[in-house]
C-alpha cells in the first residue's frame, strides 16, 4: 500500500482547499498551520482503500475525505486545549492553542467542523442520496451519539476506577466511531450491498479497538521522538486505559485477539483485499 503517496495526495488536496478560503491572513496562518501539522491521514485513506474494493473512480469520495480528515483534526485540536487534555505538543510540533492562543484553536476547530459538511454539501461527485447518507453518517459518528459522547466519558472517567466493559464504550465512541464511519461511507459509495457494509463494520469496530489499544500501550512502551508527544501523559492524567486495568501482557492479548477478529470480519464480507488487511497490522504495529 501507497500510504506515503496516499499521505501527500490528502495533504496536497487539504492545503490546496483551505488556502482558497477568503481568511483574514493571521488566521488563515492559523488553519494552514493545523492542516500542515503532520499526521498519516489514516482515516481518509482507509475510506479511500475500502472504496476502492468495489469501485476504481476514486475522484467521488474526494470531497468526503477531505471532510472526514477536517473533523478528525478538529476533534485533536479541542483535545489539545487547556480544559481537555491540556497538551503542548502534537506530533512534535507545538499544538495549536500554544503556537497561537486559545481562542483562534477553537475558531479554527470549529471551522474545520463546519466546512467539512460543507465539503459535502456542495460536492458535485455526489448524488442528492449519497450526500444524505453520507451527512447521516459522518455527523453521527462525530457527534453525541459517536465521538463527542465517547470524549465526555472520557473526561469523566478521569481519576476514577472503571471497568474493562466502560473503557472499551468510551473508545467504542471516541476512536471507533469516525474509523467505522470511514469504512462504512466508502463501501456504500462504492456500490457495497447491505450484507458486506455489516460486516465491513465489524471491521472497522475491530480496527478501532486495535488502535486504542496500540495507543495506549505506546504511551507505556514507546519514546518520545517516535510519538511526538509526552510518554506516560495517560498516567499523569490519571486515564484509564487498557494496559492500566488488564496489565501490558493481557493489552497486548486483547490487542491480538481483535486483529483476528477483524480477519474474521474481512472473510464474512467476502472481501479478500491485501490494502485492508495491511490496515490490521498497520493499526497493530506502530510504533508512533
Not at 481518509?44 to 476514486?58: A, D
Not at 451519539?145 to 471497568?163: H, N, P, Y
Request: proline share 3%.
Amino acid at each position: 500500500m501507497q500510504l506515503e503517496s496516499y499521505k501527500n495526495d490528502v495533504d496536497q488536496l487539504l492545503i490546496n482547499r483551505l488556502g482558497q478560503l477568503d481568511l483574514p491572513q493571521e488566521f488563515q496562518q492559523a488553519v494552514q498551520y493545523a492542516i500542515s501539522a503532520g499526521g498519516k491521514r489514516l482515516r481518509p485513506i482507509l475510506m479511500q482503500e475500502t472504496f476502492r474494493v468495489f469501485s476504481e473512480h476514486t475522484q467521488k469520495i474526494s470531497d468526503v475525505m477531505l471532510a472526514l480528515e477536517l473533523v478528525h483534526t478538529y476533534s485533536l485540536i479541542h483535545d489539545d486545549l487547556p480544559a481537555m487534555d491540556d497538551d503542548d505538543l502534537r506530533r512534535g510540533q507545538p499544538t495549536i492553542h500554544k503556537q497561537f492562543n486559545e481562542a483562534t484553536a477553537i475558531l479554527v476547530g470549529d471551522g474545520f467542523l463546519t466546512y467539512a459538511f460543507q465539503l459535502i454539501a456542495n460536492s458535485s461527485y455526489l448524488d442528492a442520496e449519497e450526500k444524505v447518507y453520507v451527512t447521516q453518517q459522518l455527523s453521527q459518528a462525530s457527534g453525541f451519539e459517536g465521538m463527542i459522547q465517547g470524549q465526555f466519558l472520557d473526561l469523566q472517567s478521569e481519576g476514577k476506577t472503571i471497568t474493562i466493559d466502560q473503557l472499551e464504550l468510551v473508545h467504542r465512541y471516541k476512536t471507533g466511531a469516525l474509523i467505522r464511519a470511514a469504512v462504512k461511507i466508502g463501501a456504500y459509495l462504492g456500490g457495497a450491498i447491505p450484507p458486506q457494509i455489516e460486516s465491513l463494520d465489524r471491521y472497522a469496530f475491530y480496527l478501532g479497538m486495535i488502535f486504542q489499544i496500540q495507543d495506549d500501550i505506546l504511551d507505556v512502551t514507546g519514546s518520545e521522538d517516535e510519538l511526538g508527544k509526552p510518554i506516560g501523559s495517560d498516567v499523569s492524567l490519571h486515564k484509564n486505559t487498557f494496559p492500566s486495568l488488564l496489565g501490558l501482557e493481557q493489552a497486548i492479548e486483547w490487542r491480538e485477539d481483535c486483529m483476528t477478529k477483524a480477519v474474521n470480519a474481512l472473510n464474512e464480507a467476502n472481501v479478500n483485499d491485501e490494502n485492508l488487511i495491511a490496515f490490521i497490522n498497520l493499526f497493530g504495529r506502530r510504533n508512533n
